[in-house]
């Protein structure tokens, strides 16, 4: 019988070293040494030999690390990087060009609009959008130049889905890379390579970790895909640090039990938010709301850790609902065991226009919140109680 994933997560581990230690080793060394001056000619000669040189290049704690992320995604073999926008980049940098052109839905995180908008066409890349709720016109936006199709799903902080299998289908048949951000689902809720996905990228910094302390990226694919872009991170530099591997590894130890207690109380929320007199509407992907239901439960375990809604009062009851919070924590991280809310009109998407927010479905009193790991009806009391918003006017 094939292990079980849970069981990869825990059980994975570098070799054991001559200290027969029982926990897994840090490996915290910027470089590694040889026997001969042979084995270090040999060493340099040859960029796919599998030995340690230096830990811009590659570091058994880091390996341990991209180990597991491939074996939970199903991938051939990956790369890790310091940010998980350093992971976005050098997925951008290793497969595009000067004329080549990317389809992205719109809705994505902050800073990859950034790279999209800002950075890309700096080099001669072309971007299009589109809106994640309008897969059909993807397909009338492919041009010669086409190389990559972008999406998040769940998208930050829209928490809209899309069909990975039919963007599987469109990309096979144009012969175009499907590249998909997993970071707010995670490995252990959607595996988005069994749905024909090429590349997936995750922010380690959220659910991975877990506990908001460190940041990583990791990208994992087919073999022949990761080897440039792991020529592109040794040579430009944005690896991950081995400590940061080491927080990241023991991280996946808990990954599959914090996701379901995340996920069990995330919808036990949404549930009890749901008519809220406050609240004009909540979604989250396993409530039967939400507009891409039935694609969240083909293609996802459980709806993951992120619950949003939309307070009537908007932008004004945002910023008062956000200082009436007693417990949870105000931060724009996410995935932490601390609850976590966040009000993007007025902070990470305040710089955008209106339209652009609409665009993205961020409606002016949209809130959301980051479901930790704290007794549910701790989190829903603070909730409950920061919606009263004439008491903290007064
Ligand atoms: C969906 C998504 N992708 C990428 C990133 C970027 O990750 P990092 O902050 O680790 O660079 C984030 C950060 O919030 C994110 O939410």
């Known amino acids: 019988m094939a292990r079980h994933p849970e069981t990869d997560a825990i059980r994975t581990q570098t070799e054991r070293t001559a200290e027969k230690e029982h926990s897994t080793p840090l490996f915290l060394t910027s470089s590694f040494v040889y026997d001969t001056a042979e084995d270090m000619g040999a060493a340099?000669?040859?960029?796919?030999?599998?030995?340690?040189?230096?830990?811009?290049?590659?570091?058994?704690?880091?390996?341990?690390?991209?180990?597991?992320?491939?074996?939970?995604?199903?991938?051939?073999?990956?790369?890790?990087?310091?940010?998980?926008?350093?992971?976005v980049f050098a997925t951008f940098m290793t497969f595009l060009s000067k004329g080549d052109h990317i389809i992205s839905a719109s809705a994505v995180f902050g800073s990859t609009h950034t790279i999209l908008t800002k950075y890309l066409p700096k080099w001669g890349i072309d971007y299009s959008y589109f809106n994640m709720n309008e897969p059909d016109v993807i397909e009338s936006l492919i041009r010669p130049e086409t190389r990559i199709l972008y999406v998040e799903t769940p998208s930050n902080p829209g928490l809209d889905i899309i069909d990975i299998k039919f963007l599987a289908v469109?990309?096979?048949?144009?012969?175009?890379?499907?590249?998909?951000?997993?970071?707010?689902?995670?490995?252990a809720v959607q595996q988005p390579i069994l749905f024909g996905a090429d590349l997936v990228i995750h922010s380690a910094t959220k659910f991975i970790d877990g506990q908001g302390r460190v940041l990583g990226?990791?990208?994992?694919?087919?073999?022949?895909?990761?080897?440039p872009m792991y020529?592109?991170?040794?040579?430009?530099?944005?690896?991950?640090?081995?400590?940061?591997?080491?927080v990241l590894t023991k991280s996946l130890e808990t990954l599959f039990l914090r996701m379901e207690r995340h996920a069990d109380s995330a919808l036990k929320i949404s549930q009890?938010?749901?008519?809220?007199?406050?609240?004009?509407?909540?979604?989250?992907?396993?409530?039967p709301s939400h507009p891409q239901y039935d694609i969240a439960k083909k293609q996802m375990t459980?709806?993951?850790?992120?619950?949003?809604?939309?307070?009537?009062?908007?932008?004004?009851?945002?910023?008062?609902?956000?200082?009436?919070?007693?417990?949870?924590?105000?931060?724009?991280?996410?995935?932490?065991?601390?609850?976590?809310?966040?009000?993007?009109?007025?902070?990470?998407?305040?710089?955008?226009?209106?339209?652009?927010?609409?665009?993205?479905?961020?409606?002016?009193?949209?809130?959301?919140?980051?479901?930790?790991?704290?007794?549910?009806?701790?989190?829903?009391?603070?909730?409950i109680q920061a919606l009263v918003f004439h008491a903290a006017s007064a």
């Open 302 to 383: 459980n709806g993951g850790g992120i619950v949003t809604f939309d307070l009537k009062g908007g932008v004004g009851a945002g910023r008062k609902f956000l200082n009436n919070l007693k417990m949870l924590s105000m931060t724009n991280n996410l995935g932490d065991s601390r609850s976590i809310a966040s009000h993007p009109a007025s902070t990470t998407h305040s710089k955008l226009t209106e339209a652009e927010r609409q665009e993205v479905g961020i409606t002016p009193g949209l809130i959301r919140i980051s479901i930790g790991l704290e007794h549910p009806d701790d989190i829903l009391e603070d909730i």
């Open 44 to 87: 340099f000669a040859d960029d796919s030999l599998d030995v340690n040189i230096y830990s811009r290049f590659s570091n058994p704690t880091v390996d341990e690390f991209i180990s597991k992320i491939c074996i939970l995604e199903k991938a051939e073999d990956g790369i890790a990087t310091g940010t998980g926008m350093a992971a």
């Open 170 to 187: 469109i990309c096979k048949k144009h012969n175009i890379l499907l590249v998909v951000d997993n970071c707010f689902a995670t490995p």
């Open 231 to 246: 020529l592109f991170v040794r040579n430009t530099g944005p690896s991950m640090s081995p400590f940061n591997a080491w």
């Open 272 to 287: 009890a938010l749901t008519g809220h007199p406050e609240i004009s509407w909540v979604k989250y992907p396993f409530l």
């Open 217 to 227: 990226g990791v990208v994992v694919g087919r073999k022949e895909l990761i080897q």
